[in-house]
Structures are given as C-alpha cells and as structure tokens.
C-alpha cells in the first residue's frame, strides 16, 4: 500500500470537516476480532472482552495479541507513524478559530473496546 502523500493527507482532512465537522482528522483505525481457538500453553492471552478468543486483525496490516491500540503501535502504520514516515501535515489553526488559539495537530481516530468509554 503506497504512503500518502501530504496532498493525500490534505483531502482526507478536507473530506472528515465535511462530512463530520471534524479538522484535521486524517483517518480512522478499528480492529476486527477473528475468533480462534486457543492456542497451547497462552493460557488468556487470546481472550478478549467478548468472551471468547480471538486476535486483532486491522485492515492490510499486522495482528496482535491484545487492545486494538497496542495493535496498532506494533503495525506498519503505527511503526510509521511512531518513527515519522508518513509524511503528515504539520499542526494548523483550525477553521473559524476567531481566538487566536495554537496550532492543532493532525490526528486519527482510534477505536476502543466499550468498557473505555466510560473512564474517559
């Protein structure tokens, strides 16, 4: 999968403003649990807040063994990211900012298990 470039990166953003009033949103990251069956001798490594076991599998990348953000730190993208290869915009002023405020920087999304939500 090719590296976007920063015009790629631009687009997306544009595209998130539009159609969710959300700047400098650059992406969206979600897992997908597959279910397997335990492996020997990893006791509850696999198991996971469904009940059952399973690994994480993101979309064109590696999977794990844990949450989907420890998932995503050990993929190509979040060791891309992590090392800054994927070419992302600096921060900018977000639209309409009338105070003056710092620059906000580019982001993505990360999806989370629903027990989560709850201590943010």
């Not at 794990?64 to 993208?77: E, I, R």
């Not at 710092?102 to 943010?120: D, Q, T, V, W």
Request: aromatic share 14%.
């Amino acid at each position: 999968m090719p590296l976007p470039t920063e015009e790629t990166w631009k687009r997306i953003s544009d595209r998130y403003l539009e159609l969710w009033n959300m700047p400098n949103c650059i992406g969206f990251v979600d897992g997908k649990h597959i279910r397997i069956q335990c492996p020997s001798k990893r006791g509850s490594s696999f198991y996971n807040y469904k009940g059952c076991f399973s690994i994480i599998l993101l979309p064109r990348y590696e999977y794990g063994l844990n949450c989907d953000d420890g998932v995503f730190q050990s993929s190509a993208l979040g060791r891309k990211l992590n090392n800054d290869q994927l070419h992302i915009l600096e921060s900018t002023k977000l639209p309409d900012d009338e105070y003056g405020s710092a620059p906000f920087a580019y982001f993505f999304l990360l999806a989370m298990k629903p027990s989560l939500y709850r201590s943010i």
